[in-house]
């Protein structure tokens, strides 16, 4: 049962967010598959930006990848703490910042050092923080906290 709720909380929360993220750079003008071969040129280096579609699909399952790893940490630790269930919402906006400051704050300066040279402007926080928020951290966590076996362990 723990696979299944990683698998719907991979699949809700990495589908609104790879949403997102194609919204978002569609409205700044740029490519969609671009963006996608830049998230698989993040652990696979430079070549998938060469191979056109290929590369986009990689770094599609890149992105799915990492919110599988994000879904089940949260599944775990929900597992762990006991008031997760009666405080999911408070945990799940929790959670969301705390992805948001991992991928923004420390992988994505790590992976691409030139990034961190960018302008840091109230937009450019709050955005990407209200959607790991909102369309990340809640979505994993109502899932997560839905499923029968999230109880604290029996000592």
């Not at 923080?129 to 966590?141: D, E, K, T």
Request: hydrophobic share 60%.
């Amino acid at each position: 049962m723990r696979r299944k709720t990683i698998a719907i909380a991979t699949l809700v929360a990495g589908t609104l967010d790879i949403a997102a993220a194609m919204i978002t750079t569609a409205l700044h003008g740029k490519s969609i598959a671009g963006m996608l071969q830049s998230v698989a040129s993040g652990p696979l280096g430079e070549w998938p930006r060469s191979v056109g579609w290929i590369g986009a699909a990689v770094g599609l399952a890149v992105h799915f990848a990492i919110m599988a790893v994000m879904a089940t940490a949260f599944v775990a630790a929900a597992r762990l703490l006991p008031r997760v269930r009666e405080w999911r919402l408070l945990y799940g906006m929790a959670y969301g910042a705390l992805l948001y400051l991992v991928m923004y704050w420390i992988v994505i300066p790590l992976r691409w050092p030139s990034s961190s040279g960018a302008a840091v402007t109230p937009l450019s926080v709050l955005m990407p923080l209200a959607i790991h928020i909102l369309l990340v951290g809640i979505p994993i966590a109502l899932i997560a906290t839905a499923a029968k076996e999230v109880r604290a362990p029996v000592v």
